[in-house]
């Protein structure tokens, strides 16, 4: 268990720019989820995969917004034409699936900054 | 919509002493989880101890306990033996049994800092 790893750690970009994010679950855990936190705030649910299937978007998630898994394993969550209020801490976790209300574990975070 | 609301923003308590930290939710669910995070200062989130709202028994891990009333829809944690580790900002969340998503929803946070 190396535990859930997200990458970068920091991405300090330009507004109107395209990031990308990488989020590696724990190995063989099917659910992965992505939190929005900002700075003082409790994290957001964004949305939220079994395997490679996305199976529900919180209406936070505009259509700047994309998050793709596409074998499973890690995911990516990419935001187009950046705008200040992008800026906060982007959460991954993830948990096994023998069911939804087991604990998830967290990532480090990837924390966004639009100058 | 279910709601989680912690009322302290930031408390703090000797080393060795005992704090507790309120948390109440709102939901007309019957059946739900829920779960205390800890997120240290520039560290990742995680779990301190979680309760189903079907056991009525309280649920403990070590020196952290906590005192669910259902009822109430009330959900507070005591950190028992509070030690400089315990430092960190401390979240309560809640899971809906319906919808087999896993989507948390947390509340605000409270900034708990122990002094030596």
């Known amino acids: 268990d190396t535990g859930v790893s997200q990458n970068p750690r920091h991405k300090i970009t330009k507004r109107g720019q395209n990031v990308t994010f990488r989020c590696d679950p724990i190995s063989e855990h099917n659910r992965l989820y992505w939190y929005r936190q900002t700075l003082g705030q409790g994290p957001e649910f964004l949305t939220y995969f079994q395997n490679e299937a996305q199976l529900e978007k919180s209406r936070l998630l505009s259509d700047r917004f994309s998050a793709e898994r596409p074998k499973g394993s890690f995911s990516t969550l990419e935001i187009q034409r950046t705008e200040q209020g992008d800026s906060a801490m982007y959460l991954c976790a993830s948990s096994p699936g023998t069911g939804f209300y087991q604990p998830q574990h967290f990532g480090d975070g990837t924390r966004l900054s639009i100058l | 919509a279910q709601t989680v609301t912690q009322s302290q923003p930031e408390m703090s308590v000797q080393e060795a002493e005992t704090v507790t930290l309120s948390c109440t939710y709102d939901?007309?669910?019957?059946?739900?989880?829920l779960f205390w995070y800890k997120q240290p200062p520039s560290r990742q989130m995680i779990l301190v101890i979680r309760q189903e709202a079907y056991k009525q028994q309280n649920a403990t891990e070590n020196r952290f306990s906590v005192n669910f009333q259902k009822a109430a829809k009330s959900f507070s944690l005591k950190i028992s033996d509070s030690q400089l580790g315990d430092t960190a900002m401390y979240f309560c969340a809640f899971l809906p049994g319906s919808g087999n998503t896993g989507k948390l929803i947390f509340g605000q946070g409270t900034t708990l800092q122990v002094k030596p």
């Open positions: 939901t007309s669910e019957n059946n739900y989880y």
